[in-house]
């Protein structure tokens, strides 16, 4: 194919060895007073003129060369991800080494990462690139993890950031293929009409209006050690279909190939580590478009497995190719299967953009998610595939109904839709993401955001059980 991805584009590495790095002494306040007792009468003078307390965020230069990274206190710092990164994101550009250690409850590795995390700009489109301060590489780290972590997130923060026009179908199987081909995994495409005789009726039906033609990714690598699938929403943009959406809630629906965007940040991450599992990720990818041949509100599809569904909101257009690429994982034996959504603004409603829900089959795989999360610097949390509610998803003419009426429950009814296509003999979890940091945080610049990668990453050796 012509053009290709630029996969990990914006990504700011650790300095290299050997380079000349100034000191940074990451302090918190108390240690900070400690520290100050100590100094010379001049210099806690001028630091007190400059009312430098070690804060979170704040920094100094030192007459002699080496920067204060305040931390601020144990109470502020556990309303935040991650805190060296709020100082060092201030430094000037040049290489830096922390020259004391951290205060216990901050982990060095977490802190690290949120460091190249925070160094990440997504500069596609702008004509002068910003240059970033970089961070030695400490002692003690496990510097491929972070490294591959952060490489991941600036993968998914840049197939998200680059809007509709240059991120379409076509480009997001491009960005697929590129990714294929860094790690040697194979990859097969189910184009336009094809989807028809192959089956996945209800891709072709989303995604038959765009003018670039829907199609199913999939993307297979390593041959032993148990399954484990990948499923990413890949809508490309969602303009809600004859369901438009209002220009408000449109205006970023870009980020609609945000569970894409996450599966394949995690497949790198998988990949690149070697992990000893046997990994497929299907994605399909579509635009949810207006044109005279979309589906309608009142159409009634059938599923690749057979299930026929009322569409009662053509924007509820997530599931139903979700559910025809579920459908197709079902029919291969598979250990865990996990989907990765920006599925619903009620799961938005319910735990805001920071936290990602998940549904778990299993409670012993949410609790091994749960206690992931912390560690990875990536808060998940539980919600239920409450089968009571399976009613609501049962319309009157048909077996489903995409976007029950009511307003109850909305990001539970689309898990349990999704449920209905994953198969009964797979372990099967959900993420519903927001997959976007609507106001800079630390580590975190505004945009595309990866959710639940990190937790999921660091619970596969527990969920499938490898050898660690
Ligand atoms: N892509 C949206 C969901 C979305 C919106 C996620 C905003 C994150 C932020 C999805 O396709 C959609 O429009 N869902 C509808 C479903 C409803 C019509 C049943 C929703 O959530 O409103
Ligand atoms: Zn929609
Ligand atoms: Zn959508």
Same mark, same amino acid.
């Given at each position: ?95 830096? !080494? ?30 002068? =690139? ?14 491929? !993890? ?68 829907? !199609? ?13 699938? &990948? ?20 205006? &970023? ?72 690429? &579920? ?40 609790? =091994? ?96 059980? &490898?050898?660690?």
């Amino acid at each position: 194919m012509a053009v290709s991805f630029d996969l990990f584009a914006g990504f700011v590495d650790f300095a290299p060895a050997g380079s000349e790095a100034r000191d940074i002494l990451a302090f918190d306040a108390d240690a900070f007073d400690d520290w100050l007792r100590d100094q010379t009468i001049d210099l806690q003078n001028w630091l007190k003129l400059a009312d430098f307390k070690a804060g979170i965020g704040q920094v100094i230069l030192l007459p002699d060369g080496r920067w204060i990274l305040g931390l601020g206190r144990a109470i502020a710092r556990a309303r935040e991800r991650f805190v060296l990164a709020a100082g060092f994101g201030k430094l000037p550009t040049g290489a830096y !080494r922390l020259a004391n250690e951290l205060p216990n409850d901050l982990s060095l590795d977490m802190e690290n990462l949120g460091c190249l995390l925070g160094g990440y700009r997504y500069g596609r489109y702008k004509n002068k =690139q910003a240059q970033q301060p970089q961070l030695m590489l400490p002692q003690g780290c496990d510097a491929d !993890r972070l490294k591959t972590m952060a490489m991941a997130e600036a993968l998914t923060r840049n197939l998200i950031n680059t809007p509709a026009n240059d991120m379409g179908p076509d480009a997001l199987e491009q960005a697929a293929a590129a990714l294929a081909d860094h790690h040697g995994a194979h990859m097969n495409v189910v184009l336009g009409d094809a989807l028809l005789t192959q089956n996945f009726p209800m891709i072709h039906a989303v995604g038959r209006a765009a003018e670039q033609a829907p !199609r199913l990714i999939d993307m297979t690598w390593g041959n032993t050690g148990p399954q484990l699938t &990948l499923v990413g929403k890949g809508v490309c943009f969602d303009t809600g279909g004859l369901d438009l959406k209002p220009a408000s809630a449109m205006g &970023l629906m870009k980020k609609d190939m945000g569970g894409a965007a996450n599966v394949l940040g995690l497949a790198h991450m998988i990949m690149a580590l070697n992990l000893p599992l046997r990994l497929r990720v299907l994605i399909p990818a579509v635009e949810n478009a207006v044109a005279g041949n979309a589906f309608r509100p009142g159409d009634v599809l059938t599923a690749r497995n057979g299930l026929t569904v009322e569409i009662n909101n053509t924007d509820a257009e997530g599931r139903l190719v979700l559910a025809d690429a &579920l459908a197709l994982a079902a029919e291969s034996p598979s250990d865990l299967t996990i989907s990765m959504a920006t599925l619903t603004g009620a799961a938005r409603v319910a735990v805001g953009p920071d936290l990602a829900p998940f549904f778990a089959q299993q409670v012993a795989d949410a609790d =091994q998610l749960m206690q992931a999360a912390a560690p990875a610097a990536d808060p998940v949390w539980p919600l239920p595939f409450h089968t009571p509610y399976e009613k609501m998803i049962e319309p009157d003419i048909a077996d489903l109904d995409n976007a029950p009426a009511g307003g109850f429950a909305g990001a539970i009814t689309a898990a349990l839709f999704l449920r209905r296509f994953a198969g009964d003999q797979t372990r099967y979890i959900h993420f519903d993401i927001y997959a976007w940091t609507a106001s800079a945080a630390p580590g975190r610049p505004k945009g595309g955001a990866g959710q639940g990668v990190r937790a999921i990453l660091t619970a596969l050796p527990d969920l499938l059980d &490898l050898p660690k």
